[in-house]
């Protein structure tokens, strides 16, 4: 059975990233443009499979269901971290300083263009 700690090792390996990105693009793996060893190529490429991210359909690998609702989760992270980082910051300073919930709502609302990351706030 796989664990959360088995994919999210998995996904945090940047090389295996590009791979479902590639996969996810259904732009071909290239072993060479990963710049990765056969070995590694293929143990990134059984780590994704073991983990139910990824697999072979008519010669060709493609996201399961699971490796499509992870990889959108990791855009989601990918792009909060370079977004909205600072913002997030201030939210947590803005607690911690006693304001009511109600204020902090309103600038949650105000600060996160994300209705995503809003709603995981709310």
């Known amino acids: 059975m ?3 700690s088995d994919v999210l090792k998995c ?4 090389k295996c990233r590009e791979m479902l990105g590639s996969i ?4 071909p793996l290239s ?7 056969r070995k590694q190529y293929y143990s990134r490429l059984h780590n994704l499979i073991i ?3 990824i697999q072979k359909i008519n010669g060709r690998y493609g996201l ?6 992870i990889f959108d989760w ?3 992270i990918r792009d909060t971290t370079a977004q909205e980082y600072w913002k997030l910051r201030a939210i947590d300073m803005l607690g911690s300083s006693g304001i009511p919930d109600s204020e902090r709502s309103k600038m ?11 709603q995981f706030l709310g």
């Open 2 to 4: 796989i664990t959360e």
């Open 11 to 14: 996904i945090s390996d940047e």
């Open 24 to 27: 996810q693009e259904r732009v």
């Open 31 to 37: 072993i060479s443009n990963l710049k990765l060893t």
């Open 51 to 53: 983990c139910g991210l």
């Open 64 to 69: 399961t269901s699971f490796g499509k609702v």
């Open 74 to 76: 990791h855009l989601v």
């Open 108 to 118: 949650v609302d105000t600060l996160i263009e994300n209705e995503k990351l809003r």
